[in-house]
């Protein structure tokens, strides 16, 4: 999409866009480069499409930085991950705070390095008060998990096991569900991500690799949504 495209109105956006951030070691290996490098540029693809996400009238943008599948890569691989992941958030937070972005967390963190968990609450504190954009982090995510862990606690607490009550104890509880996800790198899976979230979310894949994922992309996406009948199960004259 060029520059000189019209802006979509900020009321066709969609309030919760999901993000499956996927290619980047591809994208190094296309350069001949090590995977390490595809995910220092994946970082600065983050920033663009969280500026994107502001600036279309988003709420909510989930990116899904580090399943708990990917706890199975090469230990080197890992933990660079997590250093490159210490090293952002101890840089932007501060940057996003400024421009009004809370942060939240989601996921199982209990593997964490204590110097990480402590970076993360810091980071969520700082933040949040703010109202201009809520990006949540899956880190240590997985959506399978993310559902049994709130059917336990129904059944810690006596509670009965129902929609309401998982809702409310998902750890995305609070937000609404993702109206957009969108997967980059050619893949048409959901991969574990979100998903009791997603059940009426609509999907946008592309073959684009994320560190190449850019603004336009990004409102074409959105422009892309904003043209979904959306139904949710009933016929269309109903919806």
């Known amino acids: 999409m060029s520059k000189s495209s019209p802006s979509l109105p ?3 956006a969609p309030r919760h ?19 390490a490098m595809g995910h220092r540029a994946g970082v600065k693809s983050v920033r663009k499409i969280v500026r994107g996400a502001h600036n279309a009238g988003v709420e909510v943008l989930t990116i899904f930085a580090f399943s708990q599948e990917n706890w ?15 090293k952002t958030l ?8 400024k ?43 997985g959506g399978q998990w993310d559902i049994a862990q709130a059917a336990k606690r129904c ?19 609070g937000l609404p569900a993702p109206d957009l996800m969108i997967r980059t790198g050619g893949e048409q899976r959901i991969s574990n991500f979100l998903l009791w979230q997603l059940a009426y979310t609509e999907l946008f894949f592309t073959d684009t690799l994320w560190p190449d994922f850019n603004e336009a992309e990004f409102k074409a996406a959105i422009a892309w949504f904003a043209g979904r009948e959306r139904r949710f199960g009933r016929v269309p004259e109903a919806a």
């Open 17 to 35: 866009v999901a993000v499956i951030m996927d290619g980047n070691g591809r994208w190094a290996k296309q350069r001949l480069q090590p995977r």
């Open 99 to 141: 421009n009004g972005i809370s942060i939240r967390f989601i996921g199982d963190h209990r593997d964490f390095a204590q110097s990480l968990r402590d970076e993360m609450a810091r980071a969520e504190q700082l933040t949040l008060h703010n109202t201009s954009l809520k990006l949540v982090v899956a880190v240590g995510y």
């Open 90 to 97: 101890s840089r932007e937070v501060d940057s996003m705070h």
């Open 155 to 173: 059944v810690t607490l006596g509670r009965e096991i129902n929609v309401e009550n998982i809702e409310e104890y998902l750890d995305t509880a």
């Open 10 to 12: 900020k009321s066709s």
């Open 72 to 86: 199975r890569r090469p230990q080197e691989e890992v933990s660079l991950l997590m250093q490159l992941f210490v």
